[in-house]
């Protein structure tokens, strides 16, 4: 999985479930996130975009999120990207995992500049948005960097060593995000020169790779799961 935010750090500011918001008792449907680096938001997951739409009448049940997207993914659930400043896409659009489909905002009932991620599964109400992006349902700092390093590592079976090594890299946290992006669009296994064309790397990063004692497993690895 990937983070809703383009690039950088985020925090999660309000957790999935029960909540007590300026004195009233209600149930949050999704997870409140901010950016520390930047406001542009991503899709997490391929898919079409089902709504692209800025909801101001009340009468409308979806008017709390103001600007919203909704995309439908390749797995079923519909992810909705709320309280957006922009929106970058258009209903029927197909999205990539990592295209940037809107702008961080305080559109709808929001109290200031965030991202309210929802996941809907087909005919099911809102489940926790925490648990499918892999991250902890509560108040807290993620790192960027530590993330997409665990993602990519439990995908592609690397080891302690090769995570050690990458992490060394001073542009690690670009190297994790852009490899998890492209393990997400699954557009088919690939050999060493396509991974690199996929993920857009600089040839200083490719350098660093190629300089790793086990820098052909780490290719192959990569792209029997692409």
């Known amino acids: 999985m990937i983070l809703p935010i383009e690039k950088g750090d985020i925090r999660i500011t309000s957790p999935y479930g029960d909540r007590i918001l300026y004195g009233v008792h209600g149930f949050h449907g999704g997870i409140d996130i ?26 409308n049940p979806s008017w709390e999120w ?22 970058k896409v258009k209903q029927g659009d197909r999205v990539k995992a990592g295209d940037v ?17 929802e996941v809907r599964p087909k005919n099911v109400k809102a489940v926790n ?10 108040v807290t700092y993620i790192s ?25 890299y001073t542009w690690a946290a670009d190297l994790w995000r852009k490899l998890a992006i ?13 991974i690199i064309k996929r993920c ?16 052909s497993e780490f290719w192959r690895k990569l792209g029997e799961r692409m």
Request: proline letters at 2%.
């Open 66 to 87: 103001g600007n919203y997207v909704a995309v439908m993914g390749e797995d079923g659930c519909t992810i909705y990207y709320c309280h957006l400043a922009e929106r």
């Open 200 to 215: 857009g790397f600089l040839p200083h990063t490719v350098k660093y790779i190629d300089e790793y004692k086990f820098a």
């Open 129 to 138: 948005a925490a648990d499918y992006l892999w991250l902890p349902n509560a």
């Open 34 to 59: 901010v950016g520390t680096s930047s406001d542009n938001i991503v899709s997490v997951t391929n898919g079409t975009v089902l709504w692209s739409q800025m909801v101001t009448d009340r009468n």
């Open 182 to 194: 492209a393990l997400r669009r699954l557009e088919g296994k690939c050999g060493r020169d396509t």
């Open 101 to 117: 489909i809107g702008v961080m905002g305080n559109t709808g009932h929001s109290s200031g500049k965030h991202l309210h991620f």
């Open 144 to 168: 960027e960097k530590e993330y997409y390093s665990d993602e990519v590592c439990k995908i592609c079976g690397f080891t302690s060593g090769t995570r050690a090594y990458m992490n060394k």
